[in-house]
């Protein structure tokens, strides 16, 4: 690829990344395009920020987001979409946390979909509310442990969409997802003015 054509393809991907939100529009790129945009970005949004963090400060985000978060499912309306965004949350929060103990080598590498660690369909909204805050204050003590037991320099634990992610990028991908997608969420009456084809998915599976 010359490099004209290189700057071509990452004009409109880093259209996408500033329009849609750093961690969608990550997302968004590992599902349409592959290779050394992919990588670009991952690189940019992610990994460059994460690493001049210490684990200490990433945990500390976490924290402050997870206000804003709580915050969000508290105001949220009892509607299928709005338990369906916290569901969303809370599956994709626990499968990191899983990517997160691998890291810290308490568990051997393996593949799954964060399908597995959503909640159970039936959940009310007010178990996906505290749900939503234990999950949140666990990545926050992984994040502790990290400090404590950080992983080897340079070692990644691979993301389904994404590709390899180290440590500290997990960290901030769950941070930036969990505050784009609660988002969505929406008060009891702004439920019913906003149809859910409205809300654009914006993170992998």
Do not use: C
Not at 17 to 31: C, E, K, N, P, S
Not at 115 to 133: G, H, I, K, M, V
């Amino acid at each position: 690829m010359t490099k004209s054509s290189s700057n071509k393809t990452l004009v409109p991907a880093l259209i996408t990344v500033a329009g849609v939100g750093l961690a969608a529009g990550a997302a968004y790129l590992a599902r349409q395009r592959k290779g050394e945009v992919k990588e670009f970005v991952v690189s940019r949004v992610l990994e460059a920020p994460a690493g001049r963090s210490s684990y200490t400060d990433l945990g500390q985000s976490l924290e402050r987001a997870g206000t804003a978060l709580a915050g969000r499912g508290a105001r949220a309306g009892d509607t299928p979409a709005n338990r369906e965004v916290l569901g969303h949350i809370i599956g994709i929060e626990r499968w990191g946390q899983n990517r997160l103990r691998m890291a810290l080598g308490k568990k051997l590498y393996e593949s799954d979909s964060y399908q597995t660690y959503r909640p159970a369909a039936d959940t009310s909204l007010a178990e996906l509310r505290d749900l939503l805050s234990q999950t949140r204050s666990g990545t926050v003590d992984l994040a502790r442990q990290l400090h404590v037991s950080p992983p080897e320099e340079g070692a990644t634990v691979n993301h389904n969409g994404l590709g390899p992610l180290t440590a500290k990028a997990w960290l901030r991908y769950l941070t930036q997802h969990a505050d784009l997608e609660s988002r969505k969420l929406r008060g009891a009456k702004e439920a019913g003015a906003v149809p859910d084809e409205a809300m654009p998915e914006a993170a992998p599976s």
